[in-house]
Structures are given as structure tokens and as C-alpha cells.
């Protein structure tokens, strides 16, 4: 989607935000917005997630709205 010019969010936890970026290039786009939730999030309560979820919708609201153009200069090769 995000090389078609609609933004894309990729989620993950902090642990995992090096394996995220690197599947990111891998599949070439190295500019893929992630935004990043607090790790874990298997074993929790769904009152515990929902809690890192809404911490976190913020910064995927403006991700999603924000032009592609400007997502590529900010994200590009970041962790």
C-alpha cells in the first residue's frame, strides 16, 4: 500500500523494532512507518493491551494522516 502512495502503519513492539525495520527493506521500503507499543504484548490482560494500545493510537493517527513524502524523509532507514 505505501509504495502505491497510501500510508501504511506497520505496529510492533519495541523489542521487535529491528526485525521490523529490517523485514521492511527486505520487502523495499526502507521508509515504512512503525510505530512502536511497549513490549509484551503476548501473556497480557486485555486491559493491559488495550491500555499500550491507546498510548500508542496517537502516534499511529499521525502516521496514517500524514503525506507519504514526508513519512519517507522522517522513517527512512530508522529503527
Do not use: W
Request: net charge negative.
Amino acid at each position: 500500500m505505501e509504495n502505491r502512495g497510501v500510508p501504511t502503519v506497520m505496529v510492533c513492539t519495541d523489542e521487535f523494532s529491528q526485525l521490523g525495520r529490517n523485514e521492511a527493506e527486505s520487502l523495499g521500503i526502507p521508509y515504512l512507518p512503525i510505530a512502536l507499543v511497549p513490549h509484551p504484548l503476548g501473556g497480557q490482560k486485555s486491559d493491559q493491551i488495550l491500555e499500550k494500545a491507546e498510548k500508542s493510537i496517537d502516534q499511529v493517527v499521525a502516521i496514517a494522516t500524514s503525506p507519504v513524502p514526508d513519512l519517507v524523509e522522517r522513517f527512512r532507514g530508522k529503527v
